[in-house]
Every structure is written in structure tokens, then in C-alpha cells.
């Protein structure tokens, strides 16, 4: 990826954060799916787990509550990041933060768990998606659970403004190759701020070599 389009990205998510807070389409004030399929891939409260494209979202605050002590949330967006660490106040020293553009980060270690509701279907250019799963390889290993959410078939086409890269569960299994068995997966229509919904596909896969 230039460093062009990096700069592009994460100014647009600055600007976003910046400027409509929670008032955003994704927003949930419970992530109950991402959190039943986390707690079920690795019930083991010390499991590591990576929230990529973490943005402001609450998912973190629920995985504390749940007792999780490895976590990690990614983002482009240090706005966001800093909106998370404000909310979270004394208990944000407990969550490891990156700021980084997933398609040039390069992962210190794998992780149990990698989570993405966020990111992959905003990659539509397939530069950018090998960037993504390269990644993913490295910062995953055997055994490690993959939970993705992205926009489903009759999701929308655009979203802040950016298109995004629609996916059904076996579509999503293609892109993502044979080093991930799919074990999971289902349809959500996720209810917006603004009374309007949006349908999302949602896959578990396990690294599988």
C-alpha cells in the first residue's frame, strides 16, 4: 500500500471519530454476537485476543468485565483510540493499544483470537486484502480462532462514505484460503442509530496449518 493511501485512511477514520462520536451506523451498545463467539473460540479468561479496527466500539469494555486479560485493540485511528482509553479511564492501562494501518502493520506475536467487524470489508482493492491476510498469517497461528464480520450480499454497498467489499460466509471462506477452516457462520441485520438496519455475515474459522 503507498503511503499515500494509508495517510488517506487514516485521516478519513480521524475525521469520523472526530466528528460524529457514537453517532455512527455501526455503533452497538452491546456486541453480544462478537462477544458469545469470543467467549465460546477461547473460554480461558487469560486467552489473547485482538480487536482489529477496534475504533471506539464496546467491545472492549465487555471483555474486561468478562475477566479477559490479554487484550489488544488495533485501530488507524488514534482519535478513536483515545475516545476508548477516556472511556475505559483507570482500567485502560489493562488493554495493549495500536495505532496502525492493518495493511502495513506487522504483528510482534499471534494471538488465540483475532475479531475484525470493522475492517476487512472496507478493503476492496486486492492489494490491500493480501496486506490484510498477511497480517492475519502472522499474527495467528494453529489452533487460533478468526471471527470476522463484514457487510453480507444484502448489505450495503457504502459505508462512511467508502464502498466496501460484500461477502457471504463461502465467498469469505474463498478469500480468506485453505490455511482457515470455517467453522461457523450466520447472518445478523444489525439495527442502526438512525432507525434503519443493515445486514451483516459473520464467520468463525480456526487456523488450520
Not at 478519513?12 to 466528528?19: I, L, P, Q, V
Not at 466500539?57 to 488514534?78: C, I, M
Not at 491476510?133 to 444484502?154: E, M, N, P, V, Y
Not at 444489525?190 to 474459522?205: L, M, V
Amino acid at each position: 500500500m503507498s503511503d499515500g493511501e494509508m495517510s488517506g485512511r487514516k485521516s478519513h477514520w480521524d475525521s469520523a471519530y472526530a466528528t460524529k462520536g457514537d453517532d455512527v451506523s455501526w455503533y452497538q451498545p452491546n456486541p453480544g454476537r462478537s462477544l458469545e463467539m469470543i467467549a465460546a473460540a477461547a473460554p480461558m479468561r487469560g486467552a489473547s485476543i485482538i480487536d482489529v479496527g477496534a475504533g471506539a466500539s464496546r467491545l472492549v469494555d465487555n471483555l474486561l468485565d468478562f475477566g479477559y486479560t490479554d487484550v489488544t485493540l488495533l485501530d488507524v485511528s488514534e482519535v478513536a483510540l483515545d475516545a476508548t482509553r477516556r472511556r475505559l479511564g483507570g482500567v485502560s492501562g489493562k488493554v495493549s493499544w495500536i495505532a496502525a494501518d492493518i495493511t502495513s502493520w506487522q504483528p510482534d506475536r499471534s494471538r488465540d483470537v483475532w475479531h475484525d467487524r470493522a475492517v476487512f470489508h472496507f478493503l476492496t482493492d486486492e492489494a490491500a486484502q493480501n496486506a490484510y491476510l498477511s497480517a492475519l498469517k502472522q499474527g495467528t497461528r494453529l489452533g487460533s480462532a478468526i471471527i470476522l464480520f463484514t457487510f453480507a450480499l444484502t448489505g450495503p454497498a457504502k459505508c462512511s462514505g467508502l464502498p466496501v467489499q460484500r461477502y457471504s460466509a463461502e465467498t469469505l471462506a474463498d478469500r480468506l484460503g485453505p490455511d482457515f477452516s470455517l467453522y461457523t457462520n450466520g447472518t445478523e441485520r444489525h439495527p442502526t442509530p438512525f432507525g434503519t438496519t443493515q445486514d451483516f455475515t459473520y464467520a468463525g474459522f480456526r487456523r488450520c496449518r
